[in-house]
């Protein structure tokens, strides 16, 4: 099976900042990766999919970029509404997926 | 207004069955894939069950094989969660969610992701 992982598993930073989250597979899933964010007791919203496209309705600030075995997200300045935890998603078919642990934003 | 509203959830004994269902409204069920992902108490988000728009093809987390079956009627717009023999670490709260499916021409392939959330449903597994 392929494991994802993401790193780092929480990180906290300014407004205004440039934050990068990692994922990465352990093996290659070309650009078969989406990514979410979820708000404190909200649930899931799709940020990212196919490693790089920007879902309709989303802020510019977020970016994905990668493929293969490494991705990132982007976000190019942080504020204060995206105080959130950010899943990545491997998408193994139209069915089947595997969320990655997940990474805890929070403001510095 | 897209929308997805799961009902069904609550308190029940191990080894007991619970179903949960989700109405969907604001678009053309019968031609999404339907998902449940859960999320147990501080912890991260697990892709449970998926079913295809007819229902001929399904998905099971290796963890609920054998004990949840995920079905839909497109008559009546919803989605269900069949969850038997339940164990304590069923407990989460459940996100029914929509698949869409988009073909990426940069790099010739197809992408499945889930871009609607009901808010979700609680399951307590206790006695």
């Known amino acids: 099976d392929i494991q994802m992982t993401q790193s780092p598993s929480s990180l906290s930073a300014s407004v205004g900042d440039r934050v990068t989250i990692t994922c990465r597979a352990s093996q290659s899933i070309r650009r078969n990766l989406n990514w979410y964010q979820q708000e404190p007791g909200k649930a899931p919203k799709l940020l990212i999919y196919?490693?790089?496209r920007l879902q309709s309705g989303v802020p510019s600030r977020f970016s994905g970029s990668g493929s293969g075995t490494d991705f990132t997200l982007t976000i190019s300045s942080l504020r204060p509404d995206d105080i959130a935890t950010y899943y990545c998603?491997?998408?193994?078919?139209?069915?089947?997926?595997?969320f990655g642990p997940g990474t805890k934003v929070e403001i510095k | 207004e897209v929308l997805l509203l799961e009902s069904g959830g609550g308190l029940v004994q191990p080894g007991g069955s619970l179903r949960l269902s989700c109405a969907a409204s604001g678009f053309t069920f019968s031609s999404y894939a339907m998902h449940w992902v859960r999320q147990a108490p501080g912890k991260g988000l697990e892709h449970v069950a998926g079913?295809?728009?007819?229902?001929?093809?399904?998905y099971y987390v290796d963890s609920v094989k054998g004990r949840f079956s995920i079905s839909r009627d497109n008559s009546k717009n919803t989605v269900f969660l069949q969850m038997g023999s339940l164990r304590p670490e069923d407990v989460a709260v459940y996100y029914c969610?929509?698949?869409?499916?988009?073909?990426?021409?940069?790099?010739?392939?197809?992408?499945?992701?889930?871009?609607?959330w009901g808010q979700g449903t609680t399951v307590t597994v206790s006695s």
């Open positions: 969610a929509r698949g869409v499916v988009r073909y990426d021409d940069s790099d010739n392939f197809w992408i499945s992701s889930m871009d609607v």
């Open positions: 998603q491997k998408s193994d078919s139209t069915l089947s997926s595997t």
């Open positions: 196919a490693a790089s």
């Open positions: 079913i295809s728009t007819t229902g001929g093809s399904t």
